[in-house]
């Protein structure tokens, strides 16, 4: 079995090959599943936002520019869908404290430690240190999935990364 480009399943399957989109699911499940989870932190919403990312995304080849990687496309929905989620549960719960804690259950003790440093940063800060250290993307690659300036992308960067290192020191101290 020869193995297909991303390229050529997107245009069978916008012929309508249940085979291409199959094996295009296949192919970005996990990936996709784990930034949706290490955006939100909990896999139930994971589950539902990578599903509909993928709903959306086949829904929507017929704009795709099979030039590019699908992979990058997926995740900018996969993304999208997260930040428009959690702006949503943040109106809900406008007026309480804090968000419900997230929920990261299958993580070593040390990952759970980095884990909820994370998930205490902005929303903002959270998405662009998961798509940079979590997924691998540049700060180009993120900009432009979020569309937004390199710039802004490097700022949110290094002032996450200095927060994270303000708690990191507070809570190494705490412990000395």
Same mark, same amino acid.
């Given at each position: 079995m020869r193995i297909r480009s991303d390229a050529k399943l997107v245009e069978? &399957?916008?012929?309508?090959?249940?085979?291409?989109? &199959?094996e295009l699911f296949a192919r970005h499940w996990r990936a996709a599943w784990r930034a949706a989870y290490v955006v939100t932190g909990r896999r139930e919403l994971a589950d539902d936002v990578a599903q509909d990312a993928f709903e959306r995304a086949f829904a929507a080849l017929s704009r795709f520019d099979e030039r590019r990687p699908f992979g990058p496309w997926l995740h900018r929905i996969v993304v999208n869908r997260c930040l428009d989620l959690l702006r949503t549960e943040r109106r809900l719960v406008a007026g309480e404290a804090e968000l419900a804690r997230l929920e990261w259950h299958d993580v070593s003790a040390g990952d759970q430690e980095l884990l909820d440093a994370v998930a205490g940063l902005s929303l903002q800060r959270r998405v662009v240190v998961v798509l940079r250290y979590g997924l691998g993307y540049t700060p180009t690659a993120i900009a432009e999935l979020l569309g937004i300036p390199t710039g802004t992308v490097n700022s949110r960067l290094a002032r996450a990364l200095e927060e994270l290192r303000a708690d990191y020191e507070v809570n190494d101290v705490g412990r000395a």
């Open positions: 069978l &399957a916008r012929r309508g090959s249940r085979d291409a989109a &199959a």
